[in-house]
């Protein structure tokens, strides 16, 4: 059974930084992509950050270029991702969910992607 389980969340001020991370195991074969979603309260989830396998592609939606960094650790049955976010801003303020897809994760289109953590919060005061 693939459980994902975030960690690494918290308080912070503006222009603040923190590393969230997310264990995942239970995979038969590691997860073609593994992403960062997140959800702040009254609004969609939206994308912030994926990586795949092959080739360590990366992508991030605009509002976090250049501040958030996510990077991936294959061990022998877990699967590490993390997301480094710098220069936090008030807007940046939600849940952060952990994801991951046998195939892709878009960023734009969330419910399609397979596996879930139960997620971290991340609240930042200006």
């Known amino acids: 059974q693939v459980q994902l389980v975030e960690s690494g969340g918290g308080s912070v001020q503006a222009g603040g930084s923190l590393i969230i991370s997310c264990a995942a195991s239970?995979?038969?074969?590691?997860?073609?992509?593994m992403g960062w979603f997140r959800q702040a309260p009254g609004k969609e989830r939206e994308g912030v950050a994926v990586?795949?396998?092959?080739?360590?592609?990366?992508?991030?939606v605009d509002s976090v270029k250049g501040r958030f960094t996510i990077s991936r650790d294959n061990d022998q049955n877990t699967v590490t991702v993390r997301l480094q976010v710098n220069s936090l801003r008030p807007e940046d303020t939600a849940m952060y969910y952990c994801?991951?897809?046998?195939?892709?994760?878009?960023?734009?289109?969330?419910?399609?992607?397979?596996?879930w953590g139960p997620g971290t919060q991340v609240t930042v005061s200006s």
């Open positions: 994801a991951s897809d046998p195939l892709f994760c878009p960023l734009d289109h969330p419910t399609s992607i397979k596996y």
């Open positions: 239970g995979y038969t074969l590691p997860p073609n992509c």
């Open positions: 990586i795949y396998t092959g080739g360590g592609t990366t992508d991030y």
